[in-house]
């Protein structure tokens, strides 16, 4: 069985940081592209960094870049997003999700096949 967990969301003050973790089980991270997400309220699901393990392509959404930094640990099959300088526009629910042998530039929902439940980042200004 396949699972995607998120953790280390939380609530935090604008300028601060956060990281969010993406445990990945019944899969190996190097075969798929790794994507974080998020959806706030009222707002449609944005895509926001990705990661391919095997080559080290990243991608970042323009609205994150600069801020975000997203990593992987390929032993521990985990895939991490930093997140410096918080806004209270980041506010959201931030998902993982795995796209196999997937493009990073290239965030498309439909096309990642495993999602994880969600962790909640909340900004206050």
């Known amino acids: 069985e396949v699972q995607l967990v998120e953790s280390g969301g939380g609530l935090v003050q604008a300028g601060g940081s956060l990281r969010l973790s993406c445990a990945v089980s019944g899969l190996t991270i190097d075969d798929y592209a790794i994507g974080w997400f998020r959806q706030a309220p009222g707002k449609r699901r944005e895509a926001v960094s990705s990661?391919?393990?095997?080559?080290?392509?990243?991608y970042y959404a323009d609205s994150v870049k600069g801020r975000f930094t997203i990593s992987s640990d390929n032993a521990q099959n985990t895939v991490y997003l930093q997140m410096n300088m918080l806004k209270p526009e980041d506010t959201a629910v931030y998902y993982c999700?795995?796209?196999?042998?997937?493009?990073?530039?290239?965030?498309?929902?439909?096309?990642?096949?495993?999602w994880g439940q969600g962790t909640q980042v909340t900004v206050s200004s």
């Open positions: 999700a795995a796209d196999f042998r997937g493009e990073p530039r290239v965030m498309v929902g439909s096309l990642y096949d495993y």
């Open positions: 990661i391919t393990s095997n080559d080290g392509i990243t």
